[in-house]
């Protein structure tokens, strides 16, 4: 008997999807990539929504992730102005982006 190896791929493939839904509009606005979702990330989303030009106050709700609240997020979006909105922990409920994604993943 031989033993016989074959080159598998090691776990899954990954693919991030950053996104904002307007409540109002229900534009979707996203950022994606293939590695993990950083601080660096949610800037590059809220560099894409200051480049909207919205003639209203622009608020972003975000969950409690830790790049999320980093100070180089809080720091941009003071600067472009955007409001940040943080909802409790474990209140995926309360997040309307969420809604989508189950929405996108009982249909792909």
């Known amino acids: 008997m031989t033993r016989l190896f074959l080159r598998a791929p090691a776990g899954r493939q990954r693919f991030n999807v950053l996104g904002a ?5 229900h534009e979707l606005v996203t950022v994606t990539n293939d590695t993990y979702l950083t601080a660096t ?3 590059a989303l809220l ?3 200051a480049a909207l030009n919205f003639d209203v106050p622009l608020t972003v709700v975000l969950d409690n992730a830790r790049y999320q609240r980093c ?6 979006a003071a ?3 955007i409001e940040l909105g943080f909802l409790p922990p ?6 309307l982006i969420e809604r ?4 996108v993943k009982k249909y792909i």
């Open 21 to 25: 839904l307007n409540a109002l509009t």
């Open 41 to 43: 990330d949610v800037c």
């Open 47 to 49: 560099r894409h929504l």
């Open 71 to 76: 100070a180089q997020v809080v720091r941009l």
């Open 79 to 81: 600067s472009l102005p």
């Open 90 to 95: 474990y209140s995926p409920n309360l997040n």
């Open 100 to 103: 989508l994604w189950k929405f």
